[in-house]
Nanobody, 116 residues
C-alpha cells in the first residue's frame, strides 16, 4: 500500500515563506514523477509544481519565480518551498506521485492559510 503524508502547513503571514514536505512510503511501486497540487475553497484542484518524466521541473504561472520543488529520491521525500506568499496561496496542498505502474497516488493534504 502506498502512503503519502504531507506536513509543514499552517498559518503564514503575507510576504512570508512556507516549506512543505511529503513522505512517501509503501512497497510494490516505483516512483516516476512527483508533484504538488493545491485546492482553494470553491476552486478546482490545480497544479503548483511537479517534476517531469525527464527530471525537469514545471511550475504554475501563479507561483513561477517564487516557488521551488525539490526531492530526495533515496528517502522518498518531496518538498515545496514558496516565498512572498499572498492570501491567494491559501489552499489545501496535496502531494502526488505517478508510479511506473501507471497509477497516481495522493496524500490527504495539508492546509496553508495566508493571513495577517
Amino acid at each position: 500500500q502506498v502512503q503519502l503524508v504531507e506536513s509543514g502547513g499552517g498559518l503564514v503571514q503575507p510576504g512570508g515563506s512556507l516549506r512543505l514536505s511529503c513522505a512517501v512510503s509503501g512497497s510494490g511501486f516505483r516512483i516516476n514523477t512527483m508533484g504538488w497540487h493545491r485546492q482553494a475553497p470553491g476552486k478546482q484542484r490545480e497544479l503548483v509544481a511537479r517534476f517531469t518524466i525527464n527530471g525537469n521541473t514545471l511550475y504554475a504561472d501563479s507561483v513561477k519565480g517564487r516557488c521551488t520543488i525539490s526531492r530526495d529520491n533515496g528517502k522518498k521525500l518531496v518538498y515545496l518551498e514558496m516565498n512572498n506568499v499572498t492570501p491567494e496561496d491559501t489552499a489545501v496542498y496535496y502531494c502526488n506521485i505517478m508510479a511506473y505502474n501507471g497509477r497516481t497516488y495522493w496524500g490527504q493534504g495539508t492546509q496553508v492559510t495566508v493571513s495577517s
